[in-house]
């Protein structure tokens, strides 16, 4: 698995009294696999709809049920867990236990630690939409937002009761990714603002058929989830179909090189680089058909091609940019020639002819090539890990010209 921003963070996952309960031992799991240390902390009601064990088998520590449990070698359970979390997740918080933390109360395990704790709040509740949406209940959420406090959800969909409305637990995907957005608050590129592409385009033909490419858009999109874990403000512009965007990422959804040349350049307004993981075409075709072509019996079907605009060079602004190229032959030497002949900052070079990498997969292995140094060859190896080794070069070169620009003048004798 990814080396996300989770790894060796401590996290304090408090349950709360939900029949959404049962989900929190997945979170738990997740947030265990992305390498965090978890502490869980159950309410008294919380007990009576997910076993201690569950989680003690999952976390390899047991449960906080009791704070008053004189078996604990803590002094004090909860101010121990306060300190030293990094982030306080309740997952799935009730109404009630909205109404305890909005109004400072600290009369179970859960509230007592997050009382004691100065660390980032992270709250996804789960509650029969008439709960959700009670005025007192608004309320109380009001209050938390403005203490800062972070909410993922609650979602709209079936719930417990069999009604549908907004009070079902976010899943625990997304849970998980609003507590790395929440720790890339801390990050190195906080303050930044980042635009990436991602994914092949569509140059239509006629209503039905295409000219695309293979590329799925992973790696864009691990590009941006990884921005996003070290604070930046991501703008993902994607042509990519089937992936939601990731949590804390603005989205823009494109289908033709066109469109995203288009949404390109609107997002580089101020941005302090851009990465160009898409694979937007180089070619559409010279007319496209109002109506479906239909098959003619031994007939053939020719197309006239021209090309489109490149998007990186017409990009405006001093800001990093950073290109892809993706080659069959001779990558080093014409990944080489493309950085120089657009004026690139960096450019990621990948050998497409490789089995293990590259199109569909998860993995990657790529060479990256600058002006002023050797090519670093990265070895196979998640995506997501590839994309935080590429946004390495990109904060040393945004801090490269910082530096520049804040040199004083050199004095004249």
Not at 24 to 38: C, N, T
Not at 153 to 178: M, T
Not at 269 to 277: E, N, Q
Not at 315 to 332: C, N, Q, T, Y
Request: charged share 25%; proline share 6%; with cysteine.
């Amino acid at each position: 698995m990814a080396a996300t921003n989770l790894r060796g963070r401590h996290v304090v996952l408090g349950v709360t009294g939900s029949i959404a309960a049962y989900k929190a031992a997945d979170v738990a799991s997740r947030l265990v696999q992305a390498g965090a240390r978890v502490e869980v902390i159950l309410t008294p009601s919380a007990v009576k709809f997910v076993a201690p064990l569950t989680f003690q088998s999952l976390t390899g520590r047991p449960p906080v049920v009791d704070m008053y449990d004189e078996r604990s070698p803590l002094a004090e359970v909860h101010v121990a867990l306060a300190r030293r979390a990094d982030v306080i997740l309740i997952a799935p918080a009730t109404a009630t236990m909205l109404a305890r933390l909005a109004h400072g109360l600290a009369d179970d395990p859960v509230s007592l630690t997050v009382l004691a704790s100065v660390a980032p709040v992270v709250i996804a509740p789960a509650m029969d939409d008439q709960m959700y949406e009670a005025a007192v209940t608004q309320e109380n959420v009001r209050r938390l937002h403005e203490r800062g406090y972070v909410f993922v959800g609650p979602e709209r969909g079936r719930l417990a009761s069999g009604r549908s409305g907004q009070g079902r637990l976010s899943e625990p995907a997304v849970i998980v990714a609003a507590l790395r957005t929440v720790l890339g608050r801390r990050g190195d590129m906080v303050g930044r603002k980042l635009v990436i592409s991602a994914g092949g385009t569509r140059e239509p033909i006629d209503p039905v058929r295409f000219v695309g490419n293979r590329s799925s858009g992973k790696m864009g999109y691990a590009l941006a989830e990884a921005g996003r874990d070290r604070g930046a403000s991501v703008t993902l512009v994607s042509a990519a179909t089937g992936l939601p965007f990731p949590y804390g990422v603005d989205g823009v959804r494109v289908d033709t090189a066109a469109e995203m040349m288009e949404a390109v350049v609107a997002a580089c307004g101020g941005a302090d680089a851009l990465v160009m993981a898409a694979a937007p075409a180089d070619f559409r075709p010279a007319r496209q058909a109002d109506q479906k072509i239909k098959r003619q019996p031994g007939a053939g079907l020719t197309l006239a091609l021209t090309q489109n605009d490149d998007i990186l060079a017409s990009v405006p602004g001093d800001l990093v940019k950073v290109g892809f190229a993706a080659e069959s032959e001779d990558v080093l030497a014409h990944a080489g020639e493309k950085l120089a002949a657009k004026g690139l900052d960096l450019i990621v070079a990948n050998d497409i002819t490789e089995s293990d990498g590259g199109f569909n997969s998860d993995l990657n292995r790529v060479v990256l090539i600058d002006r002023a140094s050797a090519p670093e060859h990265i070895a196979l190896a998640p995506k997501y890990d590839i994309a935080q080794r590429i946004l390495d070069r990109v904060a040393r070169l945004l801090d490269n010209r910082r530096s520049d620009l804040q040199e004083p003048p050199s004095k004249e004798p």
